[in-house]
């Protein structure tokens, strides 16, 4: 027979066992770290760390790229990070009806086929321009204080800046031609810009209305924010969703694979763009096509989990796919993105021809569904 001493402590370890286990079971950062990181489809949007690092709880901090606690004694455990990871399901259904998403795109009100109309951003851009005009076009009326957008430095490497006015903007148009090295001697590089980070940063520079250009992932995060209305995410006056099928890290083993098989050497590369398929544009004028799933080693891991290609939670989702070359194709998710749009035409920062609207939405749907049903795969 166990003593009271015995039963008291026997009672204790239940009670710990109990709360323990409540804790695993509870969306706090270790069922995200069980679900998401430990899984390898964490897409570093670092809106976990975002959101944590305003509300000034600094629980979160990032190493070796992933998520991970800092001061795990202080988590709240209140699961407002595991709600807000895109690659979580809490909020799907939820975000879906708000969004009024159906397959494969989503809702939107109408297709545009655009192009900017200033030189200067023509002379950079990969397509029309429009994402450059449209930001300059918000600028310039003083609708937002300034832009969270990905700046190019070499063909490869993303890197996350505020632009502010006009010449920041043109830094990140396009695909920039500069290298400060050789790219066989730098180290791992990726086209994927993790920009949630930097919003916060914002508002110690008193910008307080803000315009984000992102990917699905990205937008996404930042759609739940709002849904739950958690700083940073008030700052978040528009949104400007990019056509994504993957984004790439370029480590030895992939800088290999390419210089193989486009059979010359990856500084000779002038421009990169995507469409229905990956598109080399050499110093000699040569243009090489590559077909998207045959980028092995290239391929960023954390994008094949994503099912999502076109953006369908932003007020504006574009890209060069669906229409002419020198041209973007634009879904108007939103009341505010058609306004935009119309004004952005009439003040003359952009320009619009007729294409067949229906020809558009087939290759835009054909691509989307093609990703989604790699996601799929790859989370099965």
């Not at 909020?91 to 109309?117: N, Y």
């Not at 043109?170 to 500069?178: D, I, K, T, W």
């Not at 076109?310 to 041209?327: C, E, H, Q, R, V």
């Amino acid at each position: 027979m166990l003593t009271s001493n015995e039963i008291d402590k026997t009672s204790i370890k239940k009670m710990k066992d109990v709360k323990h286990r409540m804790n695993e079971e509870r969306l706090s950062f270790k069922r995200l770290h069980q679900d998401v990181i430990e899984k390898g489809i964490c897409s570093m949007c670092y809106g976990c760390v975002g959101f944590c690092s305003a509300n000034e709880l600094n629980v979160l901090t990032i190493k070796d790229d992933k998520p991970t606690y800092f001061h795990e004694v202080d988590c709240l455990h209140c699961g407002i990070c595991h709600l807000i990871c895109p690659r979580t399901k809490d909020l799907d259904a939820a975000l879906k009806t708000k969004f009024m998403f159906s397959q494969p795109i989503g809702h939107f009100e109408s297709t545009r086929c655009l192009r900017t109309t200033n030189k200067e951003i023509s002379e950079v851009c990969c397509d029309g321009g429009v994402v450059t005009s449209i930001l300059s076009f918000l600028l310039d009326n003083k609708r937002i204080d300034g832009a969270i957008v990905s700046k190019r430095e070499g063909l490869w490497n993303n890197k996350p800046m505020i632009a502010t006015k006009f010449e920041d903007l043109l830094e990140c148009a396009g695909s920039s031609l500069s290298h400060s090295a050789s790219i066989s001697d730098m180290g791992n590089l990726t086209t994927y810009a993790s920009i949630l980070g930097i919003i916060e940063g914002s508002r110690r520079l008193d910008l307080t209305k803000l315009a984000v250009v992102g990917t699905p992932c990205q937008i996404k995060t930042i759609r739940k924010m709002q849904m739950l209305r958690i700083v940073p995410s008030h700052l978040v006056y528009y949104t400007i969703g990019l056509f994504c099928f993957e984004n790439f890290l370029l480590r030895d083993e992939g800088k290999r694979y390419l210089e193989k098989k486009i059979g010359v050497d990856l500084n000779k590369i002038r421009k990169i763009n995507l469409k229905e398929n990956f598109i080399i544009t050499l110093n000699d004028g040569r243009t090489i096509h590559i077909d998207l799933e045959d980028l092995g080693p290239m391929i960023r891991p954390e994008c094949l989990a994503c099912p999502d290609f076109s953006n369908y939670t932003a007020d504006l989702s574009l890209g060069g796919l669906g229409s002419p070359d020198g041209y973007t194709s634009t879904l108007v998710r939103s009341k505010s993105g058609e306004t935009i749009i119309n004004e952005a035409i009439s003040q003359g920062y952009l320009k619009e021809v007729e294409v067949d609207s229906k020809r558009m939405i087939k290759t835009i749907e054909k691509m989307a569904l093609r990703k989604r049903k790699r996601g799929e795969k790859y989370l099965t």
